[in-house]
Every structure is written in C-alpha cells, then in structure tokens.
C-alpha cells in the first residue's frame, strides 16, 4: 500500500458526461500529480500540484481541469467525455516537488467511456 | 525536450534465467532516472533509481547502472522468477526546478515455471 488514495476505482459513463476522479495524497505530501495511461500512449504526464498551486502542465487537454484543496487532496476533472478518453488515470504524490524525492503512485481510476 | 525509450515487449523468459531491459534516455543536462515495477490491477511502484553517472541502483535483485557517456539506464537481474512478472517503466527527472517524471512506454516482463 503506497498511502495514495484514489476513487473511484472504475467508472463507466456515456460520452459527453463529466466525471471527477478523487486523489488523496500520503500524509505528508505536499506534491500531487495526475498521470494517464492508456495503450497506445504510455504514460503520460498530465498536471502537477505543489500545495494547493499549479506547479506544471503537460499533456493535459483543455476539457480536463484539476485542483488541489487545502487539506491537500486533489481532484481531477473529466468533461465532455469522449470514447478516446478511456483509459486508466493515476495519482501520485511527494513529500516536494524537488527531482530526488520518491513518487508514490496510487492504484488509479479506470474510465471507460461508451 | 525530455524522452526515454525502452525496448518494446513483452520479454518472455523462463524462471532464473537473466533478464536486461534497455532503456535509453535524452534529456538535458543530467536528470535522475528510476525504474518502476507494475504488477497486474496495481499502481507503479519504485523499483530502483540512480541519481547521477554512475551510480548503480538495486533492489530485490535488481539493478541498473547510470551510464553517462551511453545515455542508458538498463535494468538487469541475474535470475528471474515467475513473481517477477509485471510492467516495468524507465523514467527520468530533470534534477533542477520543479520536474516531473517522465516514462518509457513499459516493457512487459513474463517469467514462465
């Protein structure tokens, strides 16, 4: 168990729906990220968070949109859901955002959009 | 910009054989690298990581050693077992600012009795 929190651990929706996906980070982590994962594209970095602030963005598309609260948990969501958007999305957090501290990944939310 | 290439699978094997997973990386001046490990219905889990040339990273029989001069991070272990069975990922870290991780596409490991 990495202490990473994450629900739901599957959701199915209908295109065209908005889902939100929940991140609870280890105690302690000040540092949330949002990754996805699908088959033809690997794993792909979407936003990070650094205590409560939008620290990087990658390949995040304009219907997806995060934030992180002030009790630390994060949530990502999803809009205008289409087929393509399947896939497994993860959490992961830190204790900072520097490049030596250790990423904990959680167990990921599996959408799939039909 | 930052990427990492790992040979693509899956790399099938029989138990205690010996196991090398390429990975290669490009990246800006000198990034940290990791390998992570998923097993099937989990998340990724770190394996081993390397923080500067040379460096050599191991665990659970693991390991992999940062190879400057060659770019390369190639995971190895000298006898593999069913259990070893998984997803695994080479990244890279930029070791300045904040950065995030950024992963090969995974090369699935298969250990056969």
């Known amino acids: 168990d990495s202490g990473v929190t994450q629900t739901p651990k599957h959701l199915i929706t209908a295109t065209g729906q908005r889902v939100t996906l929940r991140c609870s980070p280890r105690s302690g982590d000040l540092s949330v990220y949002w990754y996805q994962q699908s088959l033809d594209q690997g794993l792909q970095f979407l936003i990070q968070?650094?205590?409560?602030?939008?620290?990087a963005k990658g390949n995040i598309l304009e219907r997806f949109s995060a934030q992180q609260f002030p009790d630390l948990h994060s949530e990502l969501n999803l809009s205008s859901l289409e087929l393509g958007d399947s896939a497994l999305y993860f959490c992961?957090?830190?204790?900072?955002?520097?490049?030596?501290?250790?990423?904990?990944f959680g167990q990921g939310t599996r959408l799939t959009v039909v | 910009g930052n990427s990492v290439t790992q040979m693509e699978g899956p790399v099938t094997l029989s138990e205690e054989a010996f196991l090398t997973i390429n990975c290669t990386y490009t990246a800006t001046g000198y990034p940290s690298l990791f390998w992570y490990v998923q097993y099937p219905g989990e998340g990724l889990q770190l394996l081993l990581k390397a923080t500067k040339a040379d460096d050599k990273g191991s665990n659970k029989g693991f390991e992999a050693t940062y190879r400057k001069e060659t770019t390369s991070f190639h995971l190895e272990k000298g006898s593999v077992q069913v259990s070893d069975s998984a997803v695994y990922f080479c990244?890279?870290?930029?070791?300045?600012?904040?950065?995030?991780?950024?992963f090969g596409k995974g090369t699935m490991l298969l250990v056969s009795p």
């Open positions: 968070y650094y205590n409560g602030e939008e620290r």
């Open positions: 990244a890279l870290r930029r070791n300045s600012g904040y950065s995030t991780l950024t």
């Open positions: 992961a957090s830190s204790v900072d955002a520097g490049s030596n501290t250790e990423a904990f």
